[in-house]
């Protein structure tokens, strides 16, 4: 893509306006334009803020600064709201506090928090006789990730996993926030930690002779995944095992769960392929269990011999097949669960004598028991209508129960032990909620929204009780919708803030996501991406018209790609929200998605579309936000960002703020609040300090429907 070369003359061009208080207040920054050419598909496209990429250039660096100075002026009189609403949430959280212990091989393994500590600390307990939890046993600090963190402004644990013989562990971390993690290993009899054994790691697991171990890198530039490595822990160099060369798949490495094979997996979006090794032979050869083949995706897990396949082949939704071991091809395949148009199969848990598959159905999660022995099925049922489940991890291949994390938009997060051969459920442990939370203050409920082409959108909703259906009350609407990636309905306690003061707060499952099957995501991706966008419209005007709020109450929400979202519907329809938070938003998608070396580019071709292709391109010009910003008004905007995001670069909200203030005709806030700290694609690191960015936007998005205190 050729270019004119930047004539940047320092700050003093780059930055036009002054962030001296004036009389009608704080002044926004002026990004200079400077003419900047590609050529695509014979079209000469001039990019003036495309300077902003530059990274490393130190007037970069200061335009950034500077809108952070002006976001800080205008919010100024914020503050006290801000920090009020972080010591209301602050004080509903138990701030020490500790898991449910979770029982792998002769150990318990939990986490616990303490109070004025950022960060979780990994432990674990010797089991007692019989494998019951003693807590009256001896507690081995496992990571401590405050001591980890100590002279450090971000910390990200990538991973841990403990040898078979319960003595080493292997784990990762990364002080960038650009996910960049570091392998290393801990004795854990002697407390030594190992100099690091890999950069750029991604994926890792153990063999099953507790010396050798198997880790994935990412390439350096594309951050694909895609080699394989194995390290003998006691001598040598790592190996590389695999490479996968296809741009469009990355890998993953990992255990079986009865521990009996390690497993790698190669992914594009429409396509799957395994490989496998017996975990007792890891100089061995991986086979491949089903060659890759256009379109069709599966997974295995093993269990008794026979390989349990759930696989695409015939079945949109998938079903589940076994195989021996030996032949696991199609011919040898017996189903043990057929496909079901309405429901979507979406993983397995295999036990010794039971199977427990994860499903959704309407939008809802659900599990379901299968009896090896009595070749019977039981539904694990629960007592709201609309909810949110989850597989708790349960390590052990043996046990006779499983656990699971229940809760909904009013019951807090709770976990589960279920009986598979009775069905029973035992609670062991529910998130405490300070301040004398009452659920049965509130109502969650599911509404269904009739999109333009006819298809209904469910709406997982929640208020406090009370609430009028005159149009008067404020309503917080948030989306995500791509990537398969459905939302749950799950509890928040930081979300009180908003119900407490009146405000409804509404999840859209549009399509993109996986909430109604694998349908539903493919009818929201590629060359119909325009169903994700103009089903959250079509949902905000029937919210609207269904009078649970108005156009002048209604704000939304939306992260990474649902920031995408954002800044297409603000294109499409800015006249029907008041207010629009977006992170980390993916809104510059022609010059994202036209520089393949840029991370996540080319593997995303089968997500959003392959623009070297002209019909591709021309679709996604026409939604890209960027691209479609005009001169008219817009909503209240706020951009939050990481100035070292991996996922999304901080220079496409950059830019999309640079352009939209030369254009925008109102005089609504536009703010651009960016970490110029190592932070990630998530924010901050530490609890405490990604809890004051929330109590800020909380108060930002309140503040635009006129609730300041």
């Keep these: ?55 490393t250039n130190p007037d970069v660096v200061s335009y950034l600064n500077a809108e952070n100075t002006y976001t800080e002026a205008v919010t100024a009189g914020l503050k006290p709201f801000s920090e009020a609403l972080y010591k209301e949430m602050l004080g509903r959280i138990k701030q020490t506090d500790l898991s449910v212990p979770v029982r792998r091989g002769a150990f318990y393994y939990y986490s616990r928090t303490e109070e004025g500590k950022q960060y979780p600390i990994q432990c674990r307990r010797k089991a007692a006789q019989g494998g019951v939890y003693d807590e009256k046993a001896p507690e081995e600090v496992l990571l401590d990730q405050n001591e980890l963190a100590k002279g450090l402004k971000f910390l990200s644990l990538g991973g841990m996993t403990v040898s078979d013989d319960d003595r080493t562990l292997l784990y990762s971390t990364d002080a960038t926030g650009f996910r960049q993690y570091t392998l290393f290993t801990k004795d854990l009899a002697t407390g030594k930690v190992s100099v690091p054994l890999a950069e750029r790691v991604t994926s890792f697991t153990w063999a099953g002779d507790a010396q050798h171990v198997f880790f994935v890198t990412e390439d350096a530039v594309t951050k694909r995944s895609d080699q394989l490595w194995r390290l003998d822990l006691m001598a040598g160099k790592p190996v590389l095992v695999f490479e996968e060369k296809d741009e469009l798949y990355r890998i993953g490495v990992g255990r079986s769960k009865d521990h009996k094979f390690l497993v790698v997996e190669s992914q594009s979006t429409d396509t799957w392929e395994t490989r496998y ?22 997974d295995l897990e093993h269990r008794e011999g026979l390989f349990y ?48 598959v994860s499903e959704k159905n309407q939008g809802l999660d659900r599990f379901r028991i299968f009896d090896v022995k009595l070749k019977t099925w039981r539904d694990v049922t629960f007592p709201e209508s609309v909810y949110a489940a989850f597989p708790g991890g349960t390590p052990e291949y043996t046990s006779p129960s499983f656990r699971f994390s229940y809760q909904s938009m009013v019951t807090p997060a709770s976990v589960y032990d279920c009986d ?79 119900l407490d003061r009146g405000m409804v707060y509404v999840l859209a499952h549009i399509r993109g996501g996986n909430e109604m099957g694998e349908a539903w995501h ?19 005007d029937f919210l609207v018209k269904e009078r649970w709020t ?12 649902g920031g995408l979202l954002m800044g297409a519907v603000t294109n499409l329809r800015p006249d029907l929200f008041k207010a629009v938070h977006s992170a980390v938003p993916f809104v510059d998608v022609m010059n994202t998605m036209m520089d393949a070396s840029l991370p996540l580019t080319v593997g995303e071709y089968l997500e959003w579309g392959n623009p ?34 991996s996922q999304v670069m901080y220079w496409e ?26 932070a990630g694609h998530g924010g901050a690191s530490g609890r405490y300090d990604a809890l004051k960015d929330k109590a800020f936007e909380t108060a930002w998005m309140l503040q635009q429907v006129g609730i300041t205190k």
Excluded: C
């Design 420 to 498: 598979m051969a009775s069905g029973k459920q035992t609670l062991l442990k529910q998130m405490e909620v300070l301040g004398g939370y009452d659920k049965n203050q509130y109502t969650t409920e599911r509404l269904w929204a009739t999109a333009r082409d006819g298809a209904k959108v469910p709406l997982s909703v929640v208020y406090k009780k009370g609430v009028k259906r005159d149009g008067s009350a404020p309503l917080f609407l948030y989306a995500y919708g791509s990537y398969g990636a459905g939302m749950s309905a799950t509890f928040s306690s930081t979300r009180l803030s908003l």
């Design 522 to 540: 493919d009818d929201g991706m590629l060359m119909k991406k325009m169903n994700t966008f103009t089903d959250f419209i079509d949902s905000a």
């Design 653 to 678: 909200p950059a830019k999309y703020v640079a352009k939209l203030r030369t254009l925008k005709t109102d005089n609504n806030p536009l703010l651009l609040k960016i970490k110029m700290e190592p």
């Design 277 to 298: 090794l017996p975990a007792t032979d890891p100089k061995g050869a991986f086979k491949v269990l089903l060659p890759r083949e256009k379109g069709h995706k599966y």
């Design 1 to 55: 893509m050729p270019s004119h070369p930047l004539r940047l003359a320092g700050l003093a061009a780059l930055v036009s306006a002054s962030m001296t208080m004036l009389a009608q207040g704080p002044v926004p920054p002026t990004a200079k334009q400077v003419e900047h050419v590609s050529v695509w598909h014979g079209e000469k496209v001039n990019d003036p803020w495309f300077w902003l990429r530059e990274k």
């Design 309 to 356: 396949i759930r696989t695409n082949k015939g079945a949109k939704n998938f079903r589940l097949v076994t195989a021996p071991v030996a032949t696991p091809d199609p011919k040898h395949w017996k189903e043990v669960l057929p496909h079901r148009a309405d429901v979507l199969l979406e993983g397995l848990e295999p036990f010794r004598d039971f199977l427990v």
């Design 550 to 561: 108005s156009k002048d109450r209604l704000v939304i929400e939306g992260g990474s790609a």
């Design 612 to 645: 070297n292709e002209k019909a591709a391109f021309d679709y996604m010009r026409a939604y890209s936000p960027y691209d479609n910003l005009a001169r008219k008004a817009y909503p209240a905007i706020l951009i939050t960002t990481s100035f070292n995001d």
